[in-house]
C-alpha cells in the first residue's frame, strides 16, 4: 500500500461519513414534516455529518511525519488530475512510496 492509498482511503471514508450524514439529515427531514415530535433524531443526524467535516479537517495526516494534510489538495478526489499532489509538503515523502 502507498501513502497515496493511504490517504485515499481516509479521504474516502470522510467523504462516506458526510455523505451518509447528509442522507440522515434529509430523510429526517421529510419525516419530520409532520410535527415537532421527531425532532431530537433531527439534531441526532446532524452528529455524523459534523464528525465528518472534523474528520476531513484533523483526521487526514501524512503518515510518516504526521503534517495535517487537510489545507493540502490531498482532500481533494483522487481521480482529479488537477488537484494531485505528489509529495508531502511538510516532510517531503513522495506520496508513491510504500508505507
Same mark, same amino acid.
Given at each position: 500500500?502507498?501513502?497515496?492509498?493511504?490517504? &485515499?482511503?481516509?479521504?474516502?471514508?470522510?467523504? +462516506? !461519513? *458526510? @455523505?451518509?450524514? =447528509?442522507?440522515?439529515?434529509?430523510?429526517?427531514?421529510?419525516?419530520?414534516?409532520? &410535527?415537532?415530535?421527531?425532532?431530537?433524531?433531527? +439534531? !441526532? *443526524? @446532524?452528529?455524523? =455529518?459534523?464528525?465528518?467535516?472534523?474528520?476531513?479537517?484533523?483526521?487526514?495526516?501524512?503518515?510518516?511525519?504526521?503534517?495535517?494534510?487537510?489545507?493540502?489538495?490531498?482532500?481533494?478526489?483522487?481521480?482529479?488530475?488537477?488537484?494531485?499532489?505528489?509529495?508531502?509538503?511538510?516532510?517531503?515523502?513522495?506520496?508513491?512510496?510504500?508505507?
Amino acid at each position: 500500500m502507498t501513502i497515496r492509498d493511504y490517504i &485515499g482511503r481516509r479521504v474516502a471514508i470522510g467523504y +462516506g !461519513l *458526510a @455523505f451518509v450524514g =447528509f442522507g440522515l439529515i434529509l430523510v429526517l427531514s421529510f419525516a419530520n414534516s409532520d &410535527g415537532p415530535e421527531h425532532s431530537a433524531f433531527f +439534531g !441526532l *443526524a @446532524f452528529i455524523p =455529518f459534523f464528525v465528518a467535516i472534523a474528520y476531513m479537517n484533523l483526521g487526514i495526516r501524512c503518515p510518516r511525519c504526521k503534517g495535517n494534510l487537510a489545507i493540502t489538495p490531498a482532500i481533494y478526489p483522487t481521480f482529479s488530475k488537477k488537484h494531485r499532489f505528489n509529495y508531502c509538503p511538510y516532510c517531503g515523502v513522495a506520496v508513491d512510496e510504500t508505507l
